[in-house]
């Protein structure tokens, strides 16, 4: 069985928003691009994210053939893209979220302005799921947390992708970094809600583009806790009583030229993540970036800079998908 993540950037209707194909030739290039990537693969289940329409994620399943069943957040972020599930087996909605974790107050976005009381939303939301691929009951959660990414408020309803001067860069980045760390902990809440404290005994899986690395401080506080990680066997085959609760980032398991998922300013990058319960993480066949067959190659991917619009019209994605093949 084989499970992944990928964000499909942009995945919109012609002229449906910002990041938009501009016309229906390039929306046709664009989901052929990523079906042929979703035939090669061949996922029992895959989370994606950037996605707009329920439209769209149909035309994607109709390219790559077959059965198919398909689930969408109802919560976008602003540009109107969410996170879904593409799956070869039925899929039932245990959790479609986008408020923040309870003891969470909201966080500051902007110069000058107070947090809304009111506002207590994550910036998309989180869909958790359940199915049945052959092995007994799966839960699975996909989420997209706040971009590294920076933009900076401009005229009218338009962002600017430069700051006036580098305090402002500073300001910006560190509310971009109280986002998606209370985004992390509300995610985390999800995998906590999936779990109940039973993650030797089911299955479960916690994926998605966490938009920072395996040891960054918001992708730690997903993992729970401390003390057990899978590039130290000796840890991990050694139960204690923090098993039942943690989620294991499959990262060690993917060889180490092909660790990254996005290349940013020239810099290759693992921010894209599937992490798992202790039963799964015993079950680990293989795991990687790309595809499967390609996994001796070099990872080609498009270095993304500071301006994302740079890239509307291009088909395919600018992230790889990651994904794990766990065994019966």
Partial sequence: MLVGTWNVENLMLPRSGDGAPRTEAEYEAKVEALASVITALDPALLGVQEVRQEETLADLVKAIGGEW????????????????????????IRRD???????????????????????????????????DTGDGPLQVAVAHLKSKLL???????????????????????????????AEATTLRAVADFLLEGAGTERDVIVLG?????????TTQILLGPPGSELDKP??????????????????????EKRRFSRVSFGRAELIDHVLVSHRLARRIGEAGTGLPEQRDDALELPSVDEDPMRRVGTPGSDHAPVWVRFTS
């Fill in 234 to 255: 000796r840890a991990f085959l050694r139960p204690d009583h923090g098993d039942p609760f943690r989620l294991w980032d499959i990262a060690p398991c993917i060889p």
């Fill in 151 to 181: 933009s900076y408020p401009g005229p009218g309803d338009k962002s600017r992708f430069q700051p006036h001067d580098e305090a402002e860069r500073a300001r910006f980045g560190a509310y971009a970094l109280y986002r998606r760390a």
């Fill in 209 to 217: 583009d966490m938009n920072d690395v395996v040891n960054a401080a």
């Fill in 69 to 92: 069943h398909i689930a969408l957040s109802r919560y976008a972020d602003h540009r109107g893209i969410r996170v879904g599930f593409l799956s070869r087996t039925p899929l039932r």
């Fill in 97 to 131: 979220t986008h408020v923040l974790a309870e003891g969470l107050h909201p966080v500051q976005g902007h110069d000058g302005t107070k947090p809304d009381p009111h506002d207590r939303q994550t910036s998309r939301g989180f869909l958790a799921v359940e199915t």
